[in-house]
Structure formats: C-alpha cells, structure tokens
C-alpha cells in the first residue's frame, strides 16, 4: 500500500485494508461512494465484499427518502450483489418516525412520485400545500428541469402561514451520473432561509446515526463500541460532518460533490478541503477501494 501524507496529516490511500482490523463495522454512505446513480462502482463493491469476509459487517447509511427496502431494490439493479452489506438504514426509515406523530392531520408531499413509498402503511391523510399542517420534502417533483429556487413562491407562503417541514434528504446536491443533481436539503435550506421551521431526518442530523448504531449492534449480537466503527462518504456536511458529531472515525472518498474532476486528488486539494473543517478524516481515497 502506498500513501501520500499531505499538509493537513490525511494519508491518501491506495487500499483500505490497512484500516480494517481497526473497524468491525463499516457505516457506509451509498450514493457516490457504492454507485453514482447509474451503475454500481466495482472497486467499492469489492472492497465491501472483502471486509465482509474478515468477519466486517457493512452498513449502509443513506440520505435516500426511501424506505430499506426500496434502497436495497435500487442497489440491485445497478448491480450491487446482496454480499456487499448487511443491512440499511434510510433517511426515508427516520422520515416515517417522524411522520407518525402527525396522525391524520393534512400532509403535503413535496417530491416525487417514486418517493410516495415513503408513507406506504403510514395512516396519513394528503392534502395540498395550501391546507396542510406539515410539509415532507423527499426532492424536486422534477430534478431534471427545477431548482430549489422554482418553489421559493410556494415556500415563502408556506413559511408566512407558519407550516414546519419534514425534510427526507438533507443532501442539497446528489451525483446520477456525470452531472449533479438538486435534492430536498436545497429546498430545506431555501425554506429555512425564508424563516420556515425543518426537521431534518438524514445525515449528518442524530437520529439516522443512533438508528444504524442499533442495527449494527444487532446483526454482530452485540454493542458495538464507536471505536470500532468507520463512516465513509463523501459528503462533508452529511457524511464526515455527521461522522465527526457522532463520535465516529471517517475516510473521504472523492466525487463531483467537492472534487472537481479534472483536478488531480493530491495533499493541494486536501489542505484546501480541510484545513479548518472541524472533523477531518483519518484517511481519503479517489474511490473506495480494498
């Protein structure tokens, strides 16, 4: 294994497999790290199959608005064999907590269709957004064509009246492919800004992390200390900040998110990224690789 160790002291390493006997548990990011939204990435499907067998287990933690087992379908069909993890945990799994206590009081979905599985066995009564008592932001009814910017008109008459919002995916901007995409945490930020009230349900916020302490805890049958655990992402204000609030060690991955890709991933572009970040990681890769 060779590394390279830059001004900030964040060794870039070829291989992981240096720091897997420090972990039991991986607390892996999803999107951007195991697939970029349109095909799976072969060297961290890899890398998790081979620390799962040495005895690691793999949790993947996603901000997707999504229920488990929607995520688990996903990773599926973009090639990501069942031997990769062991379990997932969901911004959209938090989302249903936090929904519950609304009972049947009028719920607007912010989002898109193929986000409606969010609310599937939840006894919620859909309303539009002018007579609603609580928003829930899954996305951009279409990410392709809008910003966060084309509800702002909406937005500002929903923060006027006073209605709070569940948001289902903090990420602001997500990967599918070579071109970033706006998600529900741009929304949330633009409505908070306009002096609306969120209640975020995904990374890098506690509960998720509590969530995927408990799953963890369970598939290897006993409390798993936090020492003993690594998070990998490569969203700073998501993975590694969400990370460093929850006592975790974390390992950066580049991706378009903060990695421009025509620049070389060296100590320079490192230094820059973290020299005043309250939580650095232990170790960054270009991609997650065994």
């Known amino acids: 294994m060779t590394s390279i160790a830059p001004a900030v002291g964040i060794p870039i390493l070829a291989s992981i497999s240096s720091l897997a006997t420090a972990a039991d548990v991986w607390l892996s ?19 998790c199959v081979r620390f799962r067998a040495q005895a690691g287990t793999v949790i993947l933690i996603t901000n997707a608005p999504r229920p488990d087992a929607a995520v688990a379908e996903t990773l599926a ?3 990501v064999p069942r031997a990769a993890w062991d379990a997932i945990v969901t911004s959209g799994d938090v989302t249903r907590d936090l929904v519950r206590p609304w009972g049947r009081r009028p719920l607007f979905h912010l989002g898109p ?13 859909f309303a539009e957004a002018n007579a609603a008592d609580v928003v829930v932001c899954t996305g951009l009814f279409d990410d392709e064509t809008e910003t966060p910017e084309t509800y702002r008109p909406m937005l500002e008459r929903l923060a006027a009246r006073g209605t709070p ?24 930020q633009l409505f908070q800004a306009l002096g609306g009230d969120v209640a975020y349900a995904g990374k890098p916020y506690a509960p998720i992390y509590e969530r995927a302490f408990g799953i963890a805890s369970s598939v290897r049958g006993t409390p798993v200390p936090k020492d003993r655990m690594l998070a990998i992402g490569d969203g700073l204000k998501t993975d590694l900040l969400g990370a460093g609030e929850a006592g975790l060690r974390s390992v ?12 070389d991933f060296d100590e ?16 960054a890769q270009p991609v997650l690789r065994w």
Request: proline content about 8%; aromatic content about 8%; some cysteine.
């Open 113 to 125: 269709a193929r986000d409606a599985g969010v609310f599937e066995g939840l006894d919620v009564s």
């Open 165 to 188: 919002m569940i948001c289902a995916n903090p990420d602001v901007f997500v990967e599918r492919g070579d071109r970033l995409i706006p998600c529900a945490g741009g929304i949330a």
């Open 252 to 263: 950066f991955i580049a991706s378009a998110l903060h990695v421009d890709p025509r620049r």
């Open 77 to 79: 069909r973009l090639g």
């Open 268 to 283: 320079a572009l490192l230094a820059e990224l973290f020299a005043t970040y309250p939580h650095p990681p232990i170790a």
């Open 29 to 47: 990011d999803v999107w951007g790290v195991i697939h970029n939204g349109r095909a799976a990435f072969p060297a961290a499907v890899d890398a």
